[in-house]
């Protein structure tokens, strides 16, 4: 079984980070469905993308077969958690948010991009050519 740099994890389930990307996606689902960013398709549009994708790229990276791979995806999924906080930040200057409420769902998104950053220099450490 792979175990993601011997870190004891055996599926993708395992992943704090990963798990943490869902429940910021569902939170980010909750904003979605107010009127504000209901009636601005393209925002609305923007941060469903990028929420959908932090978890997709995990996922993604978590079944290639090299570290780097992995690594790779993972980057890929930090930038959308700085994408999201840059759209957040929109809403709240649109006034579809408080001040609160867009620290509150973007620090979850810089806690999940430094959680990230330390996997990727673990992977990048480990390097191993074969995962699984």
């Known amino acids: 079984m792979c ?3 011997g870190m004891g994890i055996r599926s993708l389930q395992d992943l704090q980070v ?3 990307s869902l429940d910021a ?4 689902s909750a904003l979605l469905r107010r009127d504000g960013l209901r009636r601005d398709f393209h925002l609305r549009g923007q941060l469903a993308k990028a929420s959908d994708e932090i978890a997709s790229h995990i996922g993604e990276g978590f079944g ?3 570290d780097r791979h992995f690594a790779h995806y993972l980057g890929i ?3 959308s958690c700085n994408e999201i906080c840059t759209h957040l930040a929109i809403a709240r200057g649109r006034e579809y948010l408080t001040k609160a409420e867009c620290d509150e769902v973007c620090a979850r998104y810089v806690r999940i991009g430094k ?4 996997l990727m220099q ?6 191993r050519k074969r995962r699984g």
């Open 3 to 5: 175990s993601a740099g």
């Open 18 to 20: 990963y798990q943490d």
């Open 25 to 28: 996606a569902e939170a980010v």
């Open 64 to 66: 290639q077969q090299t």
């Open 77 to 79: 999924a930090r930038g």
């Open 115 to 118: 959680r990230l950053t330390r």
């Open 122 to 127: 673990h992977l990048r450490m480990e390097d």
